[in-house]
């Protein structure tokens, strides 16, 4: 064995280390995500309790990745793809964060629409919910197996998500001027619609570090996601 070896071998196991770290975090988000929408789903505000405990687990590994990064980039200097590999998963454990955050907030909204009058329920928020979860589900997904065109098709469905948010807003706007009963439960709905929105911005940029990670390009703001559109057409 080379003198090197053990080092090596050393530095291979903090990442996979790292990787541990960030499924445990991805699974907790995930959870707090499904539990937070279903809540909202079926008007039970029980399970923000859970969900706010969840979210402190998901910042202390926050925490525990962003220093071990630091320590990884400052003894070991990775370089190539170790070196993608290091920053994209802290920039994808930073977006984990703060989807269990925004999880948090749906369920906090969840609990205040339970004490004002309600607002019957809109197949639209359904769609959303379920769109919204397929893609955090899939980026995640596409960053475990490195699947670059799985992250190209979550960010080519966010705009589905941003669809349905203005629609959300226009049927709410119109609800608000029809029923002033009807404002404090619409203004939480929207709070809950924009929540939605920034988890599945967020899903997409963690399938844009995905890709990234894969093929050591960007593809933010659109770059070259049109090739793909055309490839698939």
Sequence with gaps: MSPDGAPRR???????MLQEKLLEMASLVEHALAEATAALLDGDPSKGETIRLGDERVDELEIEIDERVIELLALQQPM????????????????????????????????RLHDVPPIPKMREFEDMIEITRGMVSDALAAYVSRNAG???MVCMTDDRVDDLKRTIFRILVTLMLEDEKRIAAA????????????????????????????????????TRLGEFEDYNS
Excluded: P, W, Y
């Design 10 to 16: 050393h530095f291979h196991d903090e990442l996979d």
């Design 80 to 111: 190539a793809k170790d070196l993608r590999q290091i920053i994209a998963t802290n920039k994808v454990s930073n977006d984990l964060e703060r989807m269990a955050d925004h999880a948090v907030n749906i369920a906090r909204a969840v609990t």
């Design 150 to 152: 799985t992250a190209r």
């Design 187 to 222: 203004l939480e709905l929207l709070l809950i619609s924009q929540n939605l929105e920034r988890i599945a911005d967020l899903a997409t940029n963690i399938s844009e570090d995905v890709v990234f990670l894969v093929e050591g390009r960007s593809i933010k703001h659109g």
